[in-house]
């Protein structure tokens, strides 16, 4: 399927590698012009040379820290006019929610709340001007099933998800659609760093732990980033113009819910 993005510019945050990187190459392969963001500027070279190599994609890498002011403005400034934007940044670390302070409290905040608001405030105004934008907010399943040590993750991107629903329905009449991907248990690097913590808390081997993981999902696997990818590509394509403020799960079945 033509997903008529060809000759678009997305910026994916958060990119070189895991969720974010399968979205910027599913976009990069539908034929947009993708910059993709890491704090790790050799890795982050290595995935744009790559996803290049395998697209043939305009691929532009920047280190930047999308949690700052200056990583924000050096992202919007190599971008230019984005029609795509694909919201990501990693998750506070899995903890009791007894030992979060006032500090990491608002450091999650930031990180899952407040930074991908205001890329949002940065790139509508030019998509309503110029009759198309997606935004895809990469979020987690836990805000549909809360789980128990992700409680800061849970509730800032949950914060989110509340502001930019009722701005999806404003801006829904310009063809700037904003949708929420929230998903379960992917093949990243973020899920075996909380395999290991499981692990150490229990004395169980990782394998045990991994393997304990999977048979809670339905699928019995763990989903893979570029069929994350591909979901988030159809979002941002064209056919995707009447869906807005929704927040689709992608967890092989493992909310265990009817809507």
């Known amino acids: 399927m033509d997903l008529g993005i060809s000759g678009k510019t997305a910026?994916?945050?958060?990119?070189?590698?895991?969720?974010?990187?399968?979205?910027?190459?599913?976009?990069?392969?539908?034929?947009?012009?993708?910059?993709?963001?890491g704090r790790d500027a050799e890795r982050l070279q290595r995935a744009a040379e790559e996803i290049a190599e395998t697209t043939g994609a305009q691929i532009i890498p920047v280190a930047a820290d999308v949690g700052t002011d200056d990583g924000r403005e050096a992202l919007l400034a190599a971008a230019g006019e984005?029609?795509?934007?694909?919201?990501?940044?990693?998750?506070?670390?899995?903890?009791?929610?007894?030992?979060?302070d006032r500090g990491k409290l608002l450091t999650g905040i930031e990180a899952n709340m407040i930074t991908p608001i205001l890329l949002a405030q940065a790139v509508i105004p030019g998509m309503i001007e110029r009759r198309f934008g997606r935004i895809v907010?990469?979020?987690?399943?836990?805000?549909?099933?809360?789980?128990?040590?992700?409680?800061?993750?849970?509730?800032?991107?949950?914060g989110l998800t509340g502001f930019l629903a009722g701005v999806a329905r404003q801006i829904a009449?310009?063809?700037?659609?904003?949708n929420g991907l929230l998903p379960g248990a992917f093949d990243t690097a973020r899920i075996h760093a909380l395999n290991a913590k499981r692990a150490a808390e229990t004395g169980s081997s990782r394998e045990d732990?991994?393997?304990?993981?999977?048979?809670t999902i339905p699928a019995k696997r763990?989903?893979?980033?570029?069929?994350?990818?591909?979901?988030?590509?159809?979002?941002?394509?064209?056919?995707?113009?009447?869906?807005?403020?929704?927040?689709?799960?992608i967890d092989g079945g493992a909310f265990p819910g009817v809507l």
């Open 173 to 178: 009449y310009a063809n700037v659609t904003i």
């Open 11 to 37: 910026l994916v945050c958060a990119s070189s590698q895991g969720l974010g990187r399968g979205c910027a190459t599913a976009l990069a392969a539908a034929g947009a012009r993708v910059i993709i963001n």
């Open 137 to 158: 907010n990469i979020t987690s399943g836990s805000v549909k099933m809360p789980l128990a040590g992700l409680d800061l993750s849970s509730g800032a991107r949950l």
């Open 82 to 100: 984005i029609d795509i934007l694909v919201n990501n940044n990693g998750g506070p670390p899995a903890a009791d929610f007894l030992t979060l």
């Open 222 to 249: 763990l989903g893979q980033p570029d069929e994350f990818g591909a979901a988030c590509a159809f979002l941002c394509s064209v056919h995707a113009g009447y869906i807005t403020g929704q927040n689709i799960l």
């Open 209 to 215: 732990v991994a393997n304990q993981r999977m048979q």
